[in-house]
Each structure stands twice: as structure tokens, then as C-alpha cells.
């Protein structure tokens, strides 16, 4: 007997115009416009005794002490333990700046950028969002599908004096495969979609100031538009979902318009959703779920700093023996002492963080933060804390225990990039800027697969 039931919502975020925008660092110009709106979207799915809640919102990241707020929201108002509540950031880079690791307090000073009237407000719209999805339950049968999308391109491309360089790699590890979930009525039509892959919000680029949820939220509104149409008449639209994949190292292979994102979201609601259509239903009993506390180690500093001031120091003696006049060695004299400068406020960057991050335990050299499994009969989601690199996922979805894994970053919390072992000794963009130490990814995925395989086991299946 199904037992299954889906429910489904939206809530608008509605973040005032004249913030300052999220993601480039080199972005000029604050909000001027919308030109699609951001929200939060739930899914909510109950097998007859777990119920499971997963919430894409297109923001940028959120952080785990707003994440914990979301889920406790949630927790006290339903019938979903917090533990069961995946929410994850689309990593849009066409959304507001915030703080995404504290709600500003009543009275606190920030800057003009920024408006903590609409931040203080964003967890309960999105916790709303969960508990309008929950009251929306209703009896439902699963499919799931995968397509085929290219959109995704490595972006570590390796020079020929052994550097990383943040370009494309199309030789490089990326993924070719999107999955989706769907979830639907006796009659055919639709409740929701889940949409999964990996590949940075990023289409839009830098001199984009109108908000959008970028190639993501089109892939989301084609894919309700067309299963709209096909049903005409059924009591509600459906509600896509998208989480990010393990995109830490993904970019776009084509970028810069409205109509590129457009083109590229559209190949895909339309593409998964054809390949829904003709995936049989799926059995999706005994749900489990389980949220892992970690501790991530911190990546050590001491040595690259004691480095970086060494090479401050030896630049400014440079430019202060020069004798040369205002010439050209001058100038390459002046480029060397920038760029020791820039080296050294990189390193006391991350020293900062780590220091004002409440997650950190400095004398433990440690971060607090989790990760949360959940399995739907054959299918299993797994949601990582961070900037994964793609390895990560194609790891995790090459297990043996399921015959379907999603992998969604961004969930519950963001700990920055977490690179593969392999990439910690060539540096570049992501290893640089990471504040976790080599092996965390690979303890991650360890972390998953053996709560993978514990799901499998109790279920009495495993080695079938």
C-alpha cells in the first residue's frame, strides 16, 4: 500500500531594492531591479512515519546558526524533527548581501548596504515556506529521472609552470547528468519537482544589478510552466525545488546574458522533465534520515603566514634601497610589494574568520558544523555543509547502496571550499581561500557512505 504524501510551497523573499549585491567581489552598484523574484521553495514528503523536508532558497549561502534557527522554527510548529530538514542555498550570485551566518539583533548597526529589518525577517519566510509545504501534504507517488546537461565546466585549469589558473578546463572532472524527483497526484499532475546538479550561479555576471535566481530559477520555471500546460486542469501548479550540486570547482561553460541563463535553464526543466515522463513510479518506502554533527579541521596558517610576512618584509627593503629614479624598476618594485601585500591580507583574512566565527574552536583547530542523509526507498540525498568540489559528488553517487544519489551543497551551513586532497599541493583560487584542511571532503564522503550503508543494512537489503 503507497502510504506516500507531498506537499509543496512558495514564499517570496522580497528583498528591498538599493542593496548591495552577493557573490563578486568586484561588482560595481547596488539593486536596481528584479527580474525574477527570489524565494524559498519546500518540498515536504511523509512516508507514514518520517517526514523529510527539503527547501531550495535562492540565495547565495546560508550559515548553520540561521539554518538552526529555520529548522527549530520548524520543528516547534510541525510534525518535522529539525534533524530532517535539508535547506539548501542555490549559491545565486544575483541575490542581496547579507550576513549569511547571524541574523542582525534588534538595534544593530550595519551599513547602509544592507537592511536588517529584511534579514532579521528571512528565517521565519523561509521556515514559512517548510510549514506551508507541510500543511499542502497530500497523497502522492515518486518518480525519479536523470538528463544529460553539459552546462557545467571544470574551472581549474592547470598552466604550464604547474599553477591553477580560474578558467575554463574542459578537460578537466565535471558532471554530465542531472537528477530530479517528482512527486504526483492520481490524476497525473504534478505537486513537485526536485532539480539537482552541479554548476555555479553564475551565468549573470558581474554587471548584472536586477535580482534573479540566474540559470536555476529558469531551469525551475520551465519545468513548472510545461508540466502546468500538460495538465491544464489540476487544483494547483506544481512547486520545483532546486539544490545545488557539489559545484565548488563547476563553472558555466557560457556565460554573460539573461538569455544565456535563460536558454540553458529552459534545456534543462524541459529536458528532465521528458525524462520524468517516461521513468516508472518508484516505491519509495522505509524513509530515513539522520543529521551528523562534524567537527571540520581548520587549515593550518602559521607557516604560510610567517612566509608571507617574510616576503613583505623583503619587498619593502627592496623599495626603500631603490636608487633608481621613477622608472620602470620602480614600478616592478612597487607590483612585487603589492602583490606580498595582497598575499599576507589573504592569510590574516582567514585568520580574522576564523577567529569571529562561533563555529571555530581555536584551540582545537576545529569547526563545528554537520551534515544531514536521508533515503526515499531506492533514492538517497545528501546534503554537505560546504563548496564541494565535484569529485565529492560523483563519489558519493557511484555508491553501491542506492540506486539514485543526489548531492546537495550549501545545506544547513556553509564552511567555504572544500577541495579534494588532491588539489590542497597545486593551490589555486579554492585552495587558497579555503579555511578546511586537506582530507575533509574525503572524510565527508566517508561520513555519507557509511551512513549509507547503515540505511541499507536496516532496511534489510544491503548486499542485494
Known sequence: MNTLRAGAARVLLEPP???????????????????????????VCDDGSTRIALCGVDLLAIGKRIADDIRARVARQSKISADAILIGATHTHSAPFFNIFATPQSGATVADSRDP???????????????AADDALEPASLKAASARFVLGTNRRLR?????????????????????????YRADGSAI?????YPCHGVVLCEDNLLYSRDWMGFAIGEIERLASESVPDAPKPPVAVFMQGTTGNIDPRSRGSFEVARAHGATLGRDLLNALNAAPF???SNFQVRRVELKARLKPLDDALAIARECLSQTQASLENHRGGEGYQLKRLRDHHQQSEAALMALEALVEANRRDKRVDLARGEMATG????????????GLPGEAFVEFGLALRA????????????????????PTREAYPLGGYEVETARVAKGTGESMVAAALGLMREFRASSGSLGE
Open 192 to 196: 513537485a519537482f526536485l532539480i539537482n
Open 399 to 418: 555508491n553501491p547502496y542506492f540506486a539514485r544519489t543526489l548531492v546537495a551543497c550549501y545545506c544547513n551551513d556553509l564552511i567555504g571550499y572544500i
Open 17 to 43: 531594492l538599493g542593496l548591495e549585491m552577493m557573490g563578486y567581489g568586484s561588482r560595481v552598484g547596488r539593486a536596481r531591479g528584479v527580474n525574477d523574484p527570489l524565494a524559498a521553495q519546500a518540498i
Open 117 to 131: 529589518q529584511w534579514e532579521r525577517a528571512l528565517p521565519e519566510k523561509i521556515a514559512s515556506a517548510i510549514l
Open 371 to 382: 551534515m544531514t542523509v536521508a533515503s526515499l526507498g531506492e533514492i538517497a540525498i545528501v
Open 282 to 284: 518508484e516505491a519509495p
Open 159 to 183: 598552466r604550464a609552470d604547474g599553477s591553477i589558473q580560474l578558467a575554463a578546463n574542459y578537460s578537466g572532472v565535471a558532471e554530465s547528468e542531472a537528477q530530479a524527483l517528482g512527486f
